[in-house]
Structures are given as structure tokens and as C-alpha cells.
């Protein structure tokens, strides 16, 4: 998830969340894996900045969302949660000290869950001060983020990282609840890491150099501007790499992962090159790619950094790894180097990125990418959203913070599916060219900066004007799923050559969006109006020449957030043929029940 725009200078003022406040300008870890006891340790090094005024020093603890099963991040991985239950072993980040400016404060330190608070004392202000945190972290086996499983370690949210400052001066700590991820400050970050000479270590970028003592290789890596420096190690990996522009893509495999490596190569060049020449430049001068064992299917994206489950017998080698690998690299965009709060506003960069995905998959082909395409039944990508989306509870709303959920089937439903169907619909009415000037011109303002949904919209408003902002609001916000239909479709003789064709047209969410809708008349005519009631129904009465056979809301599927093509078009009753989007109805429900049994 992640967008671009032309690179700041490394020394520049990276901005976060509040375009007024400057983010740190460098993040020393300094760190070592235990594998025997499945642990990392060592120190965090950073200094607060000069303004605003600082009461107190806040950091956060990711790795604590593993610390019981109970914590509101486990409470919607019930099997995670009840494997740690099982084992009676649980895990998370253990604070040994903590000093500012070489004073120990460490028995002053409050953490609650993952956050960690140095309340201060009197009229203690803490700007330029030194921030030093001493830290062993416990790895869950397996976890998600951070995880070891098979022999393969994955370091996310692995050690201490500073809360977000805002511009009063005060912290914020997210709130890891059910679906979130790690929300972080851009830094430059300045990374020594020992491990085992026998794994291979796969960071966001080579090590700047590494040296080997005593069976121990030290990595020293620099990286930035960036929000998360996350690793993975394997003793098994095979690597390869391929030129995409001016960026080296590194590919990181077993054997027995070989063959479906080059269809990964081309998902990846493919949408590296869309995103390039569609939003803006990729900013890093690497992207890595790594095969391995989760605890679930699917893929992980992190800065500079893509992690794939294993394709070990999974769907992952068919059509859907294409997807995945899509999906994944696009967060290099939204994401990466557009920065979103993802526990606030998950769709800022799923449902972007799901988005953008369908519309690589669909690039230069004859027809809609097919996920599905058996015995002539055909599921593509845009049926997959579509029932995801209708699957969903009702009430809620696309712009829902993550944690608000509390089952799969809502929070994708509603985060992925409909997020991408309700930006489709936005690039729709906005139109294709303002669409484009849109992306390009978001990228540019927010690159490595955090867009809130505001600050979309007042993009929205520079580039298609206020009246496009006030069109789309409910497309976001509403929390009633957007339905069009068409019914009760009457013809009546009038004289020798004139009918009335009468039919209700309906919506349940009032957009002020002028809707089309199609006549097709019993001499093949085609006659082509607009519906902009500010009503929810309405009987539209005709006088036309011939009877009407069928009519058709929204014939050219503008309004793809409508996922219930079943009442968007209403066949004359005396007329045994089909509607022309009612075959595509039916279809769309085989190919429905169909994606139930072999889908993600």
C-alpha cells in the first residue's frame, strides 16, 4: 500500500500524519537473533525533536499484541490464541532499560499493552533529548507478523519504535486491536544486526557491509525514509533478480518454491510498471521478494519488502498468486511511500491497493483477468470484489477504522471488496483523465507523508472541484450498501404510433450522481436518459413510438459498487427472452457459489 512522488533529500523534514510535525530524523537499532531461544536483543537509539513542546516520552510495543490471549489484537486470532493457550506460552517485548540522556528512567516507565509512557515530572520538557530503550523480544511460534515456523524467521514489529507525535505536543500510541498493523513515524533507519552466518538475512536493501566473527555475521544496514525495517532469515533461500527500470528486484525461494517463480517475476514487472507509469516512480533503489511459511496463505507487505506464503500444494501457484503478488507490490505505492494510519483507516491503503490490483490484472487484455475460467464458467477479479462485498454485513462503512471489526467476512468484505468497488466507482464518475491527473498529483503531494481521509478529499476537491467531493462522500461514508434498480416495467397502447412505457427506478443511498439508464425497444432501438432525483424512487413515464422490452440502470457498470446486478434490469413480463443484465445475474450467482468453495 503505498504511493510516490519525486524523492526528498535524506536530510529533508519527512512529515507524519500531522503535516506540521517533523519526523525523527534517524532510528539506530542496534540488535542480535538468539535462535536458540528464539529471541531478539539489543537497544534502540533516537532523539526527540525540537518542537512541539514535549511532557512526556511515548513509545510503542507492537510485539505486546502476543502477550496473552486475550489482548484485543488476539481476541480476533482465535486460533493463534488458542494454540499460545495451549502451549501456556505467550510473547512480546520485555523493556531491560530506559534512559534519556543517559539517565536510567526505567522505574518510571508505565506500559500498558503496546504502549509504552514516560509521563515526566514537574515542567520537564523532553525535546532534543536522547532516547536509549534497552529491549528483548520473545518470537511467537508461529505468529504473523512476527513469527518463526520451519527454520524461517520474520521480523516485523520486532523491536521498540516511537509513538507519533502530534502537533499539541501529545503522543499517539495506535490501538492494535482485531485486523491492524503497524502504524510508525518515517525515519532513516540505521540498522546493526547479528545473526547466525548459516541464515540468510533479507532486509529492504543490502547491507551497507557485514562482517564474520566466530560463526556470527554483522549486518550494518541504512534505509529511508521509511515507517518499518522489518527482516527475514532462512537457511534454505535460493536467490535470483531481475532489472524493472532502475530498480533491482531480489527474489528469495527453495527449491521446491522454483517453478513458480517466474510467473511472480511477470505479476511483478507487470505492476511495477503500471504503478510507475499510472501513479509515480518507485522510490527505492531495491524490492525484495521472499517465499515463506505462514500461518496463513496470503502475503505480507512490508517497506522494499514482499513476504509469500509458500506455495506448498496452496492456491498460490493458479491465477490467485498472480493476484497476491499484484496486490502485495501496489502496497509499495500505497502504503510504502504513501503513508496511511492503517488501524484508523484501513482502506487508504487496501482498498486502493485492491484497486489498482484489478486494474493491472485487466491491463492490455482482451477481457476481464479470470480467476476462475472453467467449463466456460468465468469468475474474474471484479466478481471476486463484487461478492466479497455482498457478503458483508449491512451498517457498515467503507472508512471504518480496522478495529472496529470482528469477523473476516466483514472486515474484507467491507475493507477490501467494497473499498475498491467504491474507489472503481469514484475513478468512474470522476472520469478517466481526471482520474489519472488524481493519482499522479496525490502521490506528488503526500509522498512519505500519512493523507487522512480529509486530506484525500481536498484532493479530490483540487483536481474535480467541490461538487465531486459532495458526489462521492456517501460512496465512503454511507453505511448502506449502494443499490440501483429498475422494476414494474408497463407498456400501454396509446393510438396507432405512439405507447407509454412506464417503470419505477430506485436507490437506497442518495448520491447526487446522475444516473444512466437504458430503453431497448421492440424495434432494437436504444434510447439512452438520465435519473438525478433527489428521491429514493420514482415512476418514470415515457411516450415513445414502440413498446419497451427491457430497461437497464446503469447499462455501462459506472456504478460498480452496485453489487446486485439482479434488479438493475427489468424485462417487459410479456417477453419470455432475458434481460441483458439479468443473464449476467445469474451467471454472476454460479460463479458466486462457485468462488465459496475455492476462493482465498
Known amino acids: 500500500m503505498t504511493l510516490r512522488k519525486t524523492i526528498l533529500n535524506l536530510s529533508a523534514v519527512v512529515i507524519i500524519l500531522s503535516p506540521k510535525i517533523r519526523a525523527f530524523d534517524t532510528l539506530k537499532v542496534a540488535a542480535a537473533l538468539d535462535t536458540a531461544n528464539k529471541e531478539v536483543y539489543g537497544a534502540v537509539e533516537y532523539q526527540l525533536p525540537a518542537t512541539p513542546p514535549l511532557r512526556s516520552v511515548e513509545f510503542q510495543l507492537f510485539a505486546n499484541v502476543y502477550s496473552s490471549d486475550t489482548t484485543p489484537y488476539m481476541r480476533e486470532i482465535r486460533g493463534m490464541a488458542d494454540y499460545f493457550r495451549q502451549k501456556k506460552q505467550f510473547f512480546g517485548i520485555r523493556i531491560d532499560s530506559f534512559f534519556i540522556d543517559g539517565a536510567d528512567r526505567s522505574a518510571e516507565l508505565k506500559i500498558n499493552y503496546t504502549n509504552a509512557t514516560l509521563p515526566g515530572s514537574n515542567d520537564e520538557i523532553f525535546n532534543n533529548k536522547r532516547v536509549k530503550i534497552y529491549f528483548h523480544t520473545m518470537i511467537p511460534e508461529p505468529g504473523d507478523r512476527l513469527s518463526y515456523l520451519r527454520g524461517n524467521y520474520l521480523l516485523d514489529g ?57 560463526g556470527i555475521l554483522s549486518y550494518h544496514y541504512q534505509f529511508g525514509p521509511a515507517h518499518d525495517f522489518a527482516l527475514i532469515l532462512s537457511s534454505e533461500y535460493i536467490s535470483d533478480s531481475a532489472v524493472v527500470g532502475g530498480t533491482t528486484i531480489r527474489y528469495y525461494y527453495r527449491d521446491f ?103 493491472i490484472l485487466n491491463f492490455r487484455r482482451s477481457g476481464p483477468y479470470q480467476l476462475l475460467d472453467f467449463w466456460n464458467i468465468t469468475f474474474s477479479e471484479r466478481d471476486y470484489l463484487r461478492l466479497g462485498a455482498a457478503m458483508a454485513s449491512d451498517g457498515l462503512t467503507v472508512t471504518a477504522p480496522a478495529y472496529s471489526f470482528t ?54 476537491g483540487e483536481i474535480a472541484g467541490d461538487n465531486m467531493v459532495d458526489m462521492i462522500g456517501p460512496l465512503f461514508n454511507s453505511n448502506e450498501k449502494i443499490d440501483y434498480s429498475v422494476s414494474e416495467l408497463e407498456n400501454r397502447k396509446l393510438d396507432s404510433v405512439s405507447y407509454e412505457i412506464s417503470f419505477i427506478l430506485r436507490k437506497t443511498v442518495n448520491l447526487e450522481y446522475s444516473v444512466p439508464y437504458r430503453i431497448i425497444l421492440y424495434d432494437g432501438g436504444v434510447l439512452d436518459y438520465h435519473w438525478a432525483s433527489e428521491f429514493s424512487s420514482e415512476r418514470v413515464v415515457k411516450r415513445l413510438p414502440y413498446p419497451a422490452r427491457v430497461v437497464i440502470v446503469d447499462p455501462d457498470s459506472k456504478l460498480t459498487i452496485d453489487t446486485d446486478l439482479m434488479n438493475n434490469s427489468e424485462l417487459y413480463s410479456g417477453d419470455n427472452r432475458p434481460g441483458l443484465r439479468l443473464s449476467s445475474g445469474l451467471t454472476f450467482l454460479l460463479e458466486s457459489f462457485l468462488s465459496m468453495l475455492g476462493g482465498i
Open 257 to 359: 518454491e522454483r517453478s513458480a517463480v517466474p510467473a511472480l517475476k511477470e505479476s511483478v514487472r507487470r505492476a511495477m510498471e503500471y504503478m510507475t507509469d499510472h501513479v509515480g516512480p518507485y522510490k527505492y533503489k531495491y524490492l525484495n521478494y521472499a517465499y515463506i511459511d505462514f500461518s496463513f496463505v496470503g502475503g505480507l507487505e512490508l517497506p522494499a519488502l514482499i513476504s509469500i506464503s509458500s506455495p506448498r500444494g496452496s492456491g498460490l501457484v493458479s491465477r490467485l498468486g498472480s493476484l497476491t503478488a499484484t496486490h502485495e507490490t501496489v502496497h509499495q505505492w500505497f502504503y510504502g511511500m504513501i503513508g496511511s494510519d492503517q488501524c484508523r483507516a484501513p482502506w487508504m491503503d487496501e482498498s486502493i491497493s485492491d484497486f489498482f490490483t484489478q486494474k
Open 407 to 460: 469477523n473476516d467476512l466483514d472486515y474484507f468484505g467491507t475493507i477490501y471488496s467494497r473499498g475498491a468497488l467504491t474507489i472503481e466507482t469514484f475513478e468512474n464518475i470522476m472520469g478517466e483523465g481526471a482520474a489519472q491527473i488524481f493519482w499522479r498529483h496525490y502521490y506528488d503531494k503526500f509522498l512519505f507523508k500519512h493523507p487522512d481521509y480529509d486530506a484525500f478529499m481536498q484532493t479530490v
Open 158 to 214: 520486532w523491536f521498540p519504535s516511537p509513538a507519533i507525535i502530534k502537533s499539541d505536543g501529545s503522543w499517539y500510541n495506535p490501538y492494535y486491536g482485531g485486523f491492524t498493523e503497524l502504524v510508525g513515524e518515517y525515519y532513516i533507519f540505521d540498522v546493526t544486526f547479528d545473526a547466525p552466518a548459516g541464515l540468510s538475512c533479507i532486509a529492504p536493501v543490502p547491507p551497507a557491509e557485514s562482517t564474520l566473527t566466530e
